[in-house]
């Protein structure tokens, strides 16, 4: 097996625009022996220096090997012309050694405006294969070249495990680059390589697994990815509690926008916020000054805000708790689960509730809550709070979540009252703490409290037990050796997939 292996190359001049492009793409094999590694394309048109255009890192494919791919884009200009046909190597730098795949040193050569080259013993290649999809995408199209002589073409695919698995039969277009590039391209074209296509309709599905199957020149061929299967999947869900602190920062402004900073870089879905802060204004509140409202307007991403308040606090605020969601919501409501419903006592504690729909899960209840202490009542508000979820959580209800601030010590008398309760369960703990998990709720026996000893978190994921979510991950955000300190609480962040 050779360090780099070239799998296909594309040279196509796409009159879509004014200005005529000629567009190159290159795909390789690279063994993975190393996790720091230089992968490029060294090429030449028929005038100029030969380039270098870097390849970036695809998915893994199977055998110990990963897919890169490098493209280039030249438009044509009275300065500069289209490069023509083309000559090219890969190379690869891992781990001190440099590798080259160059047609054993003749370099390999495509056609302008050819379309497709495959290299040598891949004669079924899907093309451009994109293992993420997009968090409203329905559809997943499938484009597959083959060399020789093709009788049918089909994608076998399942999106539950292989529990069961649909075939969709590829599409032979003569006129497939005239279609989609308004290229000269033929199909197939002079190196004999024709181009198929298939669209998967995966719906809602969160993964989608696949195989490509060709019959070719009376020869069944079949590409796997050396067994591992193309696979696409949406992104993970990652749910966010923080509470704020109530404008209680030093150098406020600038710790809201790291939040924001963190939201996008993190590619976090669900923040549920609490101690979410206004100026009091008599009472009316100030939404230009609403901290939830600032931190909305300044992430990159689109997201939903609701939010609302139940109490003054630091005798300046109107305090409550908010949902920032990237998906839409369904619905909202907020009700007070203390019973005091005075503004003017801080035990007067509001939850907000949303409900999501997230692709490749289904809806998803959220409640952000901040509870008060155990001897102020968190006994009482938990417990109404867990009716009022029980009440939302239908037949057609994905996961419950309950995040926040709960006021209680992960050890605590408070916690146990969780415990015991309620079929709501730890998920920060479930992630980073497995044996800590089992021992409080698979295998609870007397004096199960000292498998939480040291642990004192007070800011909870809670998942109801039959939750269709599975935690894969968490972390503490807002840390000294993360993105520093923005609150008197650090921000849990959990990651989940479907189960």
Known sequence: MNVIEFLYASNFITRRRRTPEQRLAFAMLVENRAYDKQVEVRWRGETGDWQTTPAVYVAPAGDGRELWQATATVKLSEQQPLPGNVRFALHSMQDGREDWANNNGRNFTIEADAGLLLGAGHPVTQVD???????????????????????FV???????????????????????????ELS????PNQYGVGVWTARLRIGEAYRVEYAVVAQVDGRELWNNRHGANYAAQRNNLKVLALNLHCYQEADQDAKLSRIAQAI?????????????????????????????????????????LCTDWSHRGFDRYREGVAILSRYPFLRTEAQYVSASQDPYDIHARKVLFGRVNVPGAGHVNLFSAHLSWWSNGFREQFDTLRAWADRLHTRGTAATLLCGDFNIAAHSEGYAHVVETSDYEDQFLKATNRTAFDAVY??????????????????????????????????????????????????????FEPA
């Open 442 to 495: 698979r295998r609870r026996k007397k004096g199960w409290q000292r498998a939480l000893d040291g642990d004192g978190r007070i800011d909870f994921v809670l998942m109801k037990r039959t939750g269709k979510l599975r935690p894969i991950a968490a972390q503490r955000v807002f840390t000294a050796n993360s993105y520093g300190r923005v609150s008197d609480h650090e921000g849990f962040l959990v990651t």
């Open 184 to 187: 000269n391209a033929r199909n």
């Open 129 to 151: 294969y994109a293992p993420q999809l997009g968090a409203e995408q329905r559809i997943v199209p499938v484009t597959i070249a083959v060399a020789g002589n093709a009788q």
């Open 264 to 304: 996008d870089e993190l590619g976090i879905d669900i923040v549920c916020l609490q101690e979410v802060a206004e100026h009091w204004n008599d009472g009316h509140g100030d939404w230009p000054s609403n901290t939830a409202r600032i931190i909305h307007e300044r992430v990159r991403g689109t997201y939903h």
């Open 154 to 180: 089909a994608v076998e695919w399942s999106t539950d495990g292989w529990k069961s698995k649909h075939r969709t039969a590829a599409t032979f277009t003569r006129r497939h680059w005239d279609q989609s």
